[in-house]
């Protein structure tokens, strides 16, 4: 009989998390530990010794992901996983992708402590860099373990000139071993990961539980507007190329975009830089970074053609150029609707209430559903705050949300046949 969380398991989350967080950029505001940083290196001996404790045989495989395995009694069958990210943002929080690895270490101790042996092997992971990074690719780790990770990514140049492959050389990964990562070639069972909302949906319902329907796709690009140089003091309103001025206008023709979405649709402009320093020049040369994300794939495929069109045509009126370089992190993918239903039941045998629910960021999950049937379980975000220092969940919500993981897992645990997507 799977026991309750209890206080040990609140306890040992609670403080999971408080020292999991220590590991933290102090230079940087909020909480920071990305991807290829000193703090995550060192939080990844932490992670993989909390997984150990928790009984857990550890390896770290090629791509950088830590790896821990829970013996079932019948170890020839496909195995199940479970996992997410330890990584943050600049000046992020203490629970996205936090909540994932350590409900998942803890959800294989519970299954322990209850006396409970799976049938199937457990593979719980804390994937290697899944946050967006200066490289504009997310989840490096789930990437390279679904094989999706290509050698142009590896190529990829952050604004210091430095590739993505040097990054991984430099943290002590042999890039010419990322494209060969075993996972895609062993069958696996099915992947559920555990995660915080992000988003106000579960907390204004009043509910402790989501179980995720699809997530969202995400077209990036960055535009570079080039106009003419001038002196800002001598050079009439209508001589001037501004670049910095059709990069503001720019700006707000993405925020139109994403507030015209029929669906969930969001649209952001993240960063503005212009190549010139002084500040008495016309800029010339500016790139803006913008993303645009949606559930509906129509839309999204739409609006590459939309906001190219209506970006280049506010530049020319200003009498700027300007180039587009677009990049896909992820199309939109759906839960399979089985892992869902199977979610579906193991909450409703806690007799706790859940709702369906889109996902508007983006998780290691995507990657994972090239491998296996995938499902995510959501739980509730204060606020409905992310990727900032004011990013919180309780530890009741948490435990909750490890209890109805283990009841997934389970499940799918007696199932003979893969669940159908
Ligand atoms: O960007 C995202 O949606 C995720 O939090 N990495
Ligand atoms: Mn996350
Ligand atoms: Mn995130």
Redesign the pocket.
């Known amino acids: 009989m799977l026991q309750v969380p209890s206080l040990e398991t609140h306890d040992r989350l609670g403080t999971g998390v408080a020292e999991l967080s220590a590991f933290n950029d102090g230079d940087r505001p909020g909480w920071t530990r990305e991807v290829f940083s000193e703090p995550y290196r060192a939080s990844r001996a932490w992670t993989a010794a909390r997984m150990r404790e928790a009984g857990l045989e550890v390896h770290v495989d090629a791509a950088g992901n830590i790896v821990g395995r829970l013996a079932g009694s019948e170890a020839s069958l496909p195995a199940l996983v479970t996992g997410s990210h330890t990584d943050t943002v600049d000046g992020g929080g203490r629970f996205?992708g936090i909540v994932g690895v350590l409900g998942s270490i803890e959800a294989a101790r519970l299954l322990q402590e209850s006396g409970i042996r799976l049938r199937r092997d457990l593979l719980v992971v804390d994937f290697l860099g899944?946050?967006?990074n200066v490289f504009g690719l997310?989840c490096l780790g789930s990437r390279s373990a679904a094989q999706e990770l290509t050698p142009e990514d590896l190529d990829r140049r952050d604004y210091r000139g430095v590739t993505l492959g040097q990054a991984y050389a430099d943290y002590g990964l042999d890039p010419s071993r990322l494209l060969d990562v075993p996972w895609a070639k062993e069958p696996l069972h099915a992947f559920v990961e555990l995660h915080i909302e992000?988003g106000p949906t579960l907390e204004k319902r009043g509910l402790p539980l989501g179980i995720v329907t699809a997530i969202t796709g995400i077209e990036r690009f960055i535009a570079t507007f080039a106009g003419a140089a001038d002196h800002a003091g001598t050079t009439s309103m209508e001589d001037r190329r501004d670049a910095m001025a059709a990069a503001a206008e720019a700006v707000l023709a993405v925020r139109a975009e994403g507030c015209g979405a029929p669906t969930h649709g969001v649209a952001t402009s993240t960063r503005v830089e212009s190549e010139s320093r002084s500040p008495n020049v016309v800029p010339s040369l500016v790139r803006m970074y913008s993303e645009v994300r949606s559930v509906d794939p129509t839309w999204l495929s739409g609006v590459k053609g939309r906001l190219t069109g209506e970006i280049a045509a506010k530049a020319a009126d200003l009498g700027v150029d300007v180039g587009f370089e677009w990049s896909t992190d992820n199309t939109v993918v759906h839960a399979a609707s089985s892992v869902q239903d199977v979610a579906g039941a193991a909450v409703d045998a806690l007799g706790l209430p859940w709702m369906p629910i889109p996902s508007g960021?983006?998780h290691d999950a995507v990657h994972m559903a090239t491998l296996a049937p995938m499902g995510m379980i959501f739980i509730p975000s204060k606020g409905g705050k992310s990727?900032c220092p004011e990013e919180w969940s309780s530890t009741e919500n948490i435990a909750t949300g490890v209890e109805a993981l283990v009841g997934t897992l389970r499940r799918l645990d007696t199932t003979d046949s893969r669940p159908t997507s």
């Open positions: 996205d899944e946050e967006s997310s992000q960021a983006t990727h």
